[in-house]
Structure formats: C-alpha cells, structure tokens
C-alpha cells in the first residue's frame, strides 16, 4: 500500500492564481482531510469527508473547496490564492469516522507571494 | 483560543536521559487523546495514544500520562536515542455529528544530543 499520497510536494503561486493539491489514499478509508501547518498553531482542519460525496468545513476552510467523488481521492482548490495561504498542507485518511487514528501523506508546501 | 497547548515550543535532551512532553487541555469532554511524531519533510506519524478512562499507556520507550483533574498530558520517552529528535504534537478529540473530531496542539520539537 502507498498510503497516504499528495502532489505536488512543492508549488510556488503568485496571488490570484488558483491551483488544486491531489490527495489520494488505497486503503479504502471513508474518512479524508485536509490540514494546514502553521508555526505554533500546530495542524488546523479545513475541510473534512465521512465519505464519497459528503464534505464539511473544519476551522479554517475559508478560501478553500474541496470535493469528493471517489473514496480514495479528495483533491483541495484554492480559488484565488493570498499570501495568508502560505503555509504546508497536510491531508489524512482513517477508517471511518468513528476510528482515532489518522494516516497523513508527506505534506505539499504552497508559496503565495 | 487554542483548546490544546503545548507550551514549550523546544525542548533539549541528552541521548539516554527521559524526555517530557507536555500538552494541556481545556476542554473537559475530550475523550480520546494521542501523540503524533513529525520528521522534516514528512507527514506525522502516529505514535501512542490514551483513552480518558486511562491514567497510563506504555509502549516500549514510550509512556503517556493523564491527569483529568489538570487537563494534563505528558509523554515520557526513556531513554532519549538521537532518532526521536522531531517536532510531536498532542491531539485531543471530543466526538460531535461528524464522528471523532480532532484539535492540535502547536508542536514541541525535540532535539536528542548525542
């Protein structure tokens, strides 16, 4: 199993532009997110799915949308990016909602200058 | 306001001595809380964990503790090995409509000196 998977690893955005982060996951988990990294605020949900076709907003989705079509993807656009975006985004997959344990892929380093 | 802190932002061993952790929490109806391990350039990793009715949970090296009374959570890593340096984050989760929720703490990032 690959696990946990997220392309590109690095991306450098001028503001305004738009760009989408793949997440991908083969261990047939229903429940997926997306997390961002910030100094000292440790990981934040931006958005959340219990499974195909149903997706929430976690504590910071502003400036975000995701989608979820397939179980194994859940890709994460930013519409029109803002230096407040720079950040390394993180997306996790666990069993299902009720489970605690979360898998999370290496992480895509987004520059917004 | 951040529902789960860890307060030292670095902590500094040597190889062989224990190493603690510390995580606070305010929030009294988180239920379930873990430790996750983050090397450069990698996502976290899971690490240990503890349920509220638990005071304790070893595994190998390491232990975590809970004192519910303190809203504290402390990982103990005996002895330190220069591969445990890393940044750990606490999480805490309180399930809600959407299942088992989880909030981070900031991160302490730990350097073993051989």
Redesign the interface.
Known sequence: NAG?TQTPKFQVLKTGQSMTLQCAQDMNHE?MSW?RQDP??????IH?S?GAGIT?QGEVPNGYNVSRSTTEDFPLRLLSAAPSQTSVY?C?SRF????????????TRLTVT | D?Q?K?NS?SLSVQEGRISILNCDYTNSMFD?F?W?KKYP??????LI?ISSIKDKNEDGRFTVFLNKSAKHLSLHIVPSQPGDSAVY?C?A?VWDN?????T????TRLMVKP
Not at chain 1, 40 to 45: A, Q, S
Not at chain 1, 98 to 107: I, K, M
Not at chain 2, 104 to 107: K, M, P, Q
């Open positions: 946990v429940y997390y000292g605020m440790g990981l934040r949900l959340y219990v929430d993180f996790a299902d909602r009720a489970s605690y344990e979360q898998y999370f892929g290496p992480g | 951040q789960v860890q932002p379930y873990l996750y350039a990698e996502g976290p990793t899971f964990s984050f999480a989760s959407a299942g088992n929720m989880l981070f703490g900031g991160g």
